[in-house]
């Protein structure tokens, strides 16, 4: 199992900057791969980036690339989301998940999921 905590959420002015954080514990391997999604109210859950463990690869979205930046502190077990340049509809819960081995855009393929931590950006 693995187990995965997200913090960092919170409310920001449009054009401001959250960094997320996401905590992997328990059982991992070298080739995981970490992904983010968002799900604003009334919408589906939406692929934001995802990053692999073990070459550091990364894959972003077209609607965040450029303004987003995910990154590993491996001593941590941690990877974060750094968001800057952020609009109004940025504004979601933000959820990390698990999965292995590519970097995919689907969330079939991350079967590990945080709890989410809800992102506010006001206009």
């Known amino acids: 199992q693995v187990q995965l905590v997200e913090s960092g959420g919170g409310l920001v002015q449009a054009g401001g900057s959250l960094r997320l954080s996401c905590a992997a514990s328990?059982?991992?391997?070298?080739?995981?791969?970490m992904g983010w999604f968002r799900q604003a109210p009334g919408k589906e859950r939406e692929f934001v980036a995802a990053?692999?463990?073990?070459?550091?690869?990364?894959y972003y979205s077209d609607s965040v690339k450029g303004r987003f930046t995910i990154s590993s502190d491996n001593a941590k077990n941690t990877r974060y989301l750094q968001m800057n340049t952020l609009k109004p509809e940025d504004t979601a819960v933000y959820y990390c998940?698990?999965?292995?081995?590519?970097?995919?855009?689907?969330?079939?393929?991350?079967?590990?999921w945080g709890q989410g931590t809800q992102v506010t950006v006001s206009s």
């Open positions: 998940a698990v999965g292995w081995g590519i970097l995919s855009a689907s969330a079939e393929q991350y079967p590990y």
């Open positions: 328990g059982r991992t391997f070298s080739n995981y791969v």
């Open positions: 990053i692999r463990w073990s070459d550091g690869n990364t």
